[in-house]
């Protein structure tokens, strides 16, 4: 049981560029949600997916997208990179929502130059 | 979602026990406080959740007074490995939103 994964760990990426940032667990949670950590902040909810075709923005959406096609995958999209999109990501899975335990990936560290 | 409040850090040093208050006065009456711990470079872990009383599991304690308009998260003993930000978030079970972290509490052991 892997819990949930993420790739890739480190990334570095020009001003412009695209990427997508994958998530996946594996089990079997409806719930996922993709976060953006900064130095000595915590974290701030992107988007989120309440179950396979379903997706909502959370506080900071901006710049971002997100697809559910399956319920183990949430990949998350940088259309047009910005130094501003400088952060660690994590994404999360949970069987609810609202105060249900959360579990988190590892964490991916992108810097846009 | 409740609003918490929490110091935005603390020192201590090993073997003490280590109390973390959060202040969340506008929980609602289906919210559960859940703390959750983070390490350097890794993402946050769940550490234990309550609604009342006290709850106490191999990691922590958890007390919740009668007006449920704070907790203390109670670390017994601490190590350095207890060094981390802890973090208080007030949501329903089952609720129809994902909760959102603050800035937590950064806890640091010293020897």
């Known amino acids: 049981n892997a819990g949930v994964t993420q790739t890739p760990k480190f990334q570095v990426l020009k001003t412009g560029q695209s990427m997508t940032l994958q998530c996946a667990q594996d089990?079997?949670?409806?719930?996922m949600s993709w976060y953006r950590q900064d130095p000595g902040m915590g974290l701030r909810l992107i988007h989120y997916?309440?179950?396979?075709?379903?997706?909502d923005q959370g506080e900071v959406p901006n710049g971002y997208n997100v697809s559910r096609s399956t319920t183990e995958d949430f990949p998350l999209r940088l259309l047009s990179a910005a130094p501003s999109q400088t952060s660690v990501y994590f994404c999360?899975?949970?069987?609810?929502?609202?105060?249900?335990?959360?579990?988190f990936g590892p964490g991916t560290r992108l810097t846009v130059t | 979602l409740a609003k918490t409040t929490q110091p935005i850090s603390m020192d201590s040093y090993e073997g003490q026990e280590v109390n973390i208050t959060c202040s969340h006065n506008n929980i609602a009456t289906n919210d559960y406080i859940t703390w959750y711990q983070q390490f350097p470079s890794q993402g946050p872990r769940f550490i234990i959740q309550?609604?009342?009383t006290k709850v106490t599991n191999e990691v922590a304690s958890l007390f919740i007074p009668a007006d449920r308009k704070s907790s203390t998260l109670s670390l017994p003993r601490v190590s350095l490995s207890d060094t981390a930000v802890y973090y208080c978030l007030g949501a329903e079970s089952g609720g129809s939103y994902i909760p959102t972290f603050g800035r937590g509490t950064s806890l640091i052991v010293h020897p």
């Open positions: 999360a899975s949970s069987q609810g929502q609202g105060g249900s335990e959360q579990y």
């Open positions: 309550g609604y009342k």
């Open positions: 997916s309440v179950g396979a075709g379903i997706t």
């Open positions: 089990m079997n949670h409806e719930y």
